[in-house]
């Protein structure tokens, strides 16, 4: 069975960066592709970036030219690079694994806050 556990959140101060990681324990023969989506106060949860299999990458608007999603498939881990960072990035950060023959597996999250 596949875990994912995430690491990486902290208090930072705005325009500070953070680099979080979700790793993968178990199989992951069927991996499709990893996103990072985070749940801020008050708020629904949402994409941050993704990556595929085959290294393509996609990032929401607000993160574009900030955050950088890469993966090390030798370590089943993905990262989330993050410069830049604003007191809006406040969330939660959650890693969601997307198999091809198995249901998605998400991670417990891990909390960033980004001070003023």
């Known amino acids: 069975q596949v875990q994912l556990v995430e690491s990486g959140g902290g208090l930072v101060q705005a325009g500070g960066s953070l680099r979080l990681s979700c790793a993968a324990s178990?199989?992951?023969?069927?991996?499709?592709?990893m996103g990072w989506y985070r749940q801020g106060p008050g708020k629904q949860r949402e994409l941050v970036a993704s990556?595929?299999?085959?290294?393509?990458?996609n990032y929401a608007e607000f993160v574009k030219g900030r955050f950088t999603i890469s993966r090390d498939s030798a370590k089943n881990t993905v990262y989330l690079e993050m410069i830049s960072l604003k007191p809006e990035d406040t969330a939660v950060y959650y890693c969601k694994l997307e198999r091809y023959f198995a249901g998605a597996v998400w991670g417990q999250g891990t909390l960033v806050t980004v001070s003023s």
């Open positions: 178990g199989s992951s023969d069927s991996f499709k592709g």
């Open positions: 990556i595929t299999s085959r290294g393509s990458t």
